[in-house]
């Protein structure tokens, strides 16, 4: 039998602040599945190809550029956007967004106009030096609270192009979906620290 008063228990209840603290971190994730993926050039003028295609993100940063528009962008680590696998969602329309989530959230939205992805796998592939683009696809947003404390939350399914090539030319990330979860708050979004 412990006592409460013994050092095993206390150190545990010392630790379980930092325990829960842990757990709370699954508010910032995101992962990009699908079909396939080819990335030319990758690295010594080799190409990537994915499939299927498997990829976490773990740092998500929200950058919030006017009232019509802003950024999510989803890292591996905490390296510098340029030196990082990075996809960016762009939300070209934010009142519309937000409206049609407090209206019906988790309905599929058109992308077009509306919201844009792009991926530059910077760190897997450093040679790759143009992002690929999907301009069309649909939007899931089972969650739009942009306010301190708000999350944003949903998925997006599309295909990536290479802009580079001719449009009638298939698209290199085939069947793709991009799910991610992000809770908003008033810290720094490039270093995490408070302000």
């Known amino acids: 039998m412990v006592n409460a008063t ?36 990758c690295r ?8 299927p295609v498997d990829l976490s993100f773990n740092h998500l940063v929200w950058v919030r550029y006017s009232d019509q528009n802003g950024t999510l962008e989803l890292r591996r ?7 990082s696998d990075l996809v960016s969602v762009e939300f070209m329309d934010l009142p519309l967004l937000r409206e049609a989530t407090r209206q019906a959230p988790g309905q599929p939205i ?10 530059a796998l910077s760190e897997r592939c450093p040679e790759a030096d143009q992002p690929l683009v999907a301009r069309t696809g649909t939007l899931v947003l089972d969650r739009f609270d942009l306010d301190p404390g708000g999350r944003i939350a ?16 298939p698209p290199v990330g085939v069947n793709l979906a991009l799910t991610f979860e992000k809770e908003l708050t008033d810290k720094d979004p490039l270093t995490g620290y408070g302000r």
Do not use: I, N, Y
């Open 77 to 83: 680590g905490w390296r510098q956007p340029t030196s």
């Open 6 to 41: 013994s050092g095993c228990a206390r150190h545990l209840l010392a630790a379980l602040p930092l325990l829960a603290a842990l757990c709370a971190c699954g508010a910032q994730e995101a992962t990009l599945t699908g079909d396939s993926l080819k990335v030319s050039p």
């Open 44 to 51: 010594d003028g080799k190409d990537l190809v994915l499939a």
């Open 110 to 119: 058109a992308m077009d106009g509306v919201a844009r992805v792009s991926l």
């Open 154 to 169: 949903g998925s997006v399914l599309f295909d990536l192009r290479d802009e580079r090539m001719d449009p009638s030319e």
